[in-house]
């Protein structure tokens, strides 16, 4: 399998196995946009209100200034002079910084800056107000308790001509007060609205999760009955009996455990376990139950059991996983194997751990073509082919644990074993998929 595939199902098993990150995630999704749609209108009307606020601001600032600029006309020395002292005045009396008054066209009338802050002053002549408006403006912090309000308006002086009136004012303590006081409203209502929203839906949705875990639940627990029942079928067929399957999956979970191997590591092993013959249903009982030793040929046909397990099993997303267990469990460590003649760590780890487990239950088991081999006759088989058709280091680890496990399942029925493995695949569970190992 191509190492895309592989990431690729990786990824596909995650989001199957995590319903419960999903269903927050999506819950996340929700109330997020719906928090958002809260915060836009509540934004809406704040800016709304702060528009209102600084056009009646500006509009009082005005009614002043357009007593003497409407009708304005500067066509002699003393006009002017009038005009200039009294736009200082007015300037004072509305604790103005910036003033600027200009024609349309860009013709000064009027400019004066009363503030030494230079960036204030440069800020201001990059305001550019745009005339077709009645009213702009633009707000700048003079520090963390302060505002500054910039604003301009175009106002007909007559008939033929307009002015733009261009500001820079302080605003007052109240009017910055009102400011913030919606933006605490902001963040109030920005709160509220996301516990609504959380209070409202959480309860609707996490039924809607509780349901769809415990169908999930049911869908994966039949998933792996249905493993279990085919590696059962497949066991009976070449043994007479299922024990097999309960005993090597048990035999492989012990091991996998003495070597250290990850938890997630371990389904991939369980489903293999039970599965590693499947192939073996395409196989013909003259072969499979033969009471001897294959011939050549027959051999050959035997050993297509691993194809067609593996042809089989990956029609089966769920348990892609058991493939390196089905497919390469006949490798050997030496490179004699089959199919594809394998050798060291090319192998994967998985199936040479199941190599050893398959290997030691055949031999203290009795078949069409054997008797059974006595614990210490197996063990040095298995010592014998460590290196040439187990990995050395899984056949250290089993042979420490090995006497142990053949007496937790000696002389155990198949009901006893079917507990027995229960109990032993149940810390597994929720990385298989499911919340339970029962029935």
């Known amino acids: 399998m191509s190492t895309s595939v592989k990431q690729k199902n990786s990824v596909k098993r995650f989001f199957q196995n995590n319903v419960l990150a999903l269903f927050f995630i999506r819950l996340g999704v929700i109330s997020v946009t719906v928090t958002l749609l809260g915060i836009s209108s509540i934004y809406w009307y704040i800016e709304r209100e702060n528009a209102k606020r600084i056009d009646a601001l500006i509009n009082k600032e005005f009614i002043d200034f357009e007593k003497h600029l409407k009708g304005l006309e500067l066509g002699n020395l003393e006009t002017r002079k009038l005009f200039i002292s009294r736009m200082n005045e007015l300037m004072e009396s509305h604790q103005m910084l910036i003033l600027d008054i200009r024609e349309t066209d860009g013709t000064e009338l009027f400019a004066v800056a009363k503030t030494p802050d230079t960036d204030m002053v440069q800020l201001f002549r990059r305001f550019d107000p745009d005339v077709s408006e009645t009213i702009s403006y633009h707000l700048v912090p003079a520090d963390p308790d302060n505002l500054i309000l910039i604003f301009a308006k175009s106002l007909p002086i007559n008939h033929t001509s307009t002015i733009v009136l261009k500001a820079a004012i302080p605003l007052k303590s109240e009017t910055v007060l009102a400011m913030r006081k919606g933006m605490r409203i902001v963040f109030i209502g920005t709160t509220v609205i996301l516990l609504l929203v959380i209070v409202a839906i959480f309860p609707i949705i996490y039924r809607q999760y509780r349901q769809l875990q415990s169908d999930k639940t049911e869908l994966l627990y039949s998933n792996f009955n249905l493993v279990r029942v085919l590696g059962d079928v497949v066991a009976m067929r070449d043994s007479d009996t299922s024990e097999h399957n309960y005993r090597v999956t048990y035999y492989t979970i012990r091991l996998a455990e003495k070597m250290n191997v990850p938890p997630e590591a371990l389904p991939a092993l369980i489903k293999g376990a039970f599965l590693h013959d499947v192939g073996k249903i395409g196989i013909s009982d003259t072969i499979l139950l033969k009471p001897g030793r294959l011939d050549e040929n027959e051999f050959s046909i035997m050993k297509q059991h691993v194809d067609l397990g593996t042809a089989l099993i990956q029609k089966i997303p769920w348990c892609d996983d058991a493939l390196a267990v089905i497919g390469f469990h006949h490798e050997k460590f030496d490179g004699s194997g089959y199919p594809n003649g394998l050798k060291g760590e090319?192998?994967?780890?998985?199936?040479?751990?199941?190599?050893?487990?398959?290997?030691?239950?055949?031999?203290?088991?009795?078949?069409?073509?054997?008797?059974?081999?006595?614990?210490?006759?197996?063990?040095?088989?298995?010592?014998?082919?460590?290196?040439?058709?187990?990995?050395?280091?899984?056949?250290?680890?089993?042979?420490?644990?090995?006497?142990?496990?053949?007496?937790?399942?000696?002389?155990?029925?198949?009901?006893?074993?079917?507990?027995?493995?229960?109990?032993?695949?149940?810390?597994?569970?929720?990385?298989?998929?499911?919340?339970?190992?029962?029935?």
């Not at 197996?378 to 014998?384: G, T």
């Not at 990995?391 to 006497?403: K, N």
């Open 346 to 439: 090319e192998i994967p780890l998985t199936a040479r751990i199941f190599a050893v487990v398959d290997v030691f239950d055949a031999l203290v088991s009795v078949r069409p073509y054997k008797q059974a081999f006595t614990f210490q006759h197996a063990i040095e088989s298995i010592r014998e082919g460590s290196g040439r058709h187990f990995d050395p280091m899984v056949v250290i680890s089993f042979c420490d644990i090995a006497e142990c496990i053949l007496n937790d399942v000696s002389d155990k029925n198949i009901d006893e074993l079917e507990k027995l493995i229960r109990e032993a695949i149940s810390p597994y569970a929720l990385i298989l998929g499911y919340g339970r190992m029962t029935d």
